[in-house]
């Protein structure tokens, strides 16, 4: 609300403010939305001066309208759907369908992503998937927050070398990925606070742009400092969230947190850090073992709990066992395999 005074914009001097004052107008919105005739008329005011200034002040505190097909346009321009990297593969038993389909085609700049599961699920694996798939196949900067120590350089590599036997082209995607180590919520706030100040230049590394920010995982550091006597907690939480939602939107990348789980009353499974941070996140995939007979103990399976784009609750199946090339082209008929390792 912006009270009006002399000087708030050309026109508006001390004896209008005082007339207007003697008809409860007060404010700014006062003024644009009434009559500026009547209001005239009352005030012994100037029509023509009082238009004006309605004018300016309209131009000034007000946003213009903008049509739906604006945003719609405004929307494909600026959005990139980055993809986590994990491909289709077949076996004659069971379809092992990618994180993409969940995700409907990927991870989308702008937005929240969550990954949800117990330990042992393999949210740092898929992290560090998309990581390196964002990093070698867009070449585009990554970067990698990690709270938990989960982080391990050799696996990276690994994926790399299944990519491509190029040394240069490895080299080349494992400096796109700038990695933070932060173990407390202090630290992590710092972190965001300092990046989105330096515009994400940080992690810029031979003139390419930030795609993605990563971290895993909230919980790990935000957990801890909730419930029993630490009443901060829910505001450090809030704080984290929205460093990462003005991360996402003002320089328009794809964010990917992990968070652990809890059960609720009826034993199911669901997302931690309580309802609050349940509106955070824009899409929310929720990892779990397989727990199909005759099942592979590296098979998993990944269940849409949040989405705007389709129906919650759809599953798909992948596989966490770390393979060559090589076998992967003969158990699986020549179909890609996973871009994830154990």
């Known amino acids: 609300m912006v009270l009006l005074r002399e000087g708030l914009c050309p026109g508006l001097t001390v004896d209008m403010v005082k007339a207007l004052q003697?008809?409860?107008?007060?404010?700014?919105?006062?003024?644009?939305?009434?009559d500026s005739e009547e209001l005239a008329q009352k005030c012994s005011l100037s029509y023509k001066a009082l238009v004006a200034v309605r004018r300016v002040l309209l131009a000034q505190h007000t946003a213009f309208p903008v049509s739906g097909a604006d945003l719609y346009e405004e929307l494909l321009s600026s959005t990139s759907i980055l993809s986590t990297g994990n491909h289709s593969v077949w076996s004659s038993k069971v379809s092992l369908c990618s994180v993409d389909k969940l995700l409907d085609?990927?991870?989308?700049?702008?937005?929240?992503?969550?990954?949800?599961g117990g330990p042992g699920t393999?949210?740092?694996?898929?992290?560090?998937?998309v990581a390196m798939n964002i990093a070698h196949e867009?070449?585009?900067?990554?970067?990698?927050?990690?709270?938990?120590?989960?982080?391990?350089?050799?696996?990276?590599l690994q994926m790399l070398q299944a990519k491509t036997t190029n040394t240069v082209e490895q080299m080349n995607a494992l400096q796109r990925i700038r990695v933070f180590r932060v173990f407390d919520v202090f630290s992590l706030l710092c972190c965001l606070q300092n990046l989105r100040a330096c515009g994400l230049q940080k992690g810029s590394v031979g003139g390419g742009s930030v795609k993605a920010v990563m971290v895993d995982s909230v919980s790990a550091v935000v957990f801890c400092m909730l419930g029993g006597k630490q009443t901060e907690g829910m505001s450090l939480m809030i704080q984290v969230a929205t460093e990462l939602?003005?991360?996402?939107?003002?320089?328009?990348?794809?964010?990917?947190?992990?968070n652990h789980v809890t059960r609720d009353g009826n034993g199911q499974l669901k997302a931690g850090l309580g309802q609050t941070w349940s509106h955070i996140p824009r899409t929310r995939i929720l990892l779990q073992r397989a727990n199909r007979p005759g099942a592979p103990t590296s098979l998993r399976t990944a269940t849409l709990t949040k989405s705007s784009r389709q129906p919650c609750y759809l599953m798909e199946e992948f596989d966490l066992c770390e393979q060559s090339a090589e076998e992967l082209k003969s158990r699986?008929?020549?179909?890609?395999?996973?871009?994830?390792?154990?």
């Open 332 to 342: 699986f008929s020549g179909k890609r395999k996973l871009d994830t390792t154990a």
């Open 105 to 116: 085609s990927g991870l989308y700049t702008g937005e929240i992503t969550e990954l949800a």
């Open 122 to 129: 393999g949210k740092t694996q898929l992290c560090v998937s």
């Open 245 to 258: 939602k003005m991360i996402a939107k003002d320089y328009n990348v794809a964010v990917l947190v992990t």
């Open 22 to 34: 003697t008809e409860d107008i007060r404010t700014v919105e006062d003024l644009v939305s009434s």
């Open 138 to 156: 867009l070449k585009q900067n990554v970067l990698y927050i990690d709270t938990n120590g989960g982080m391990c350089a050799s696996r990276l």
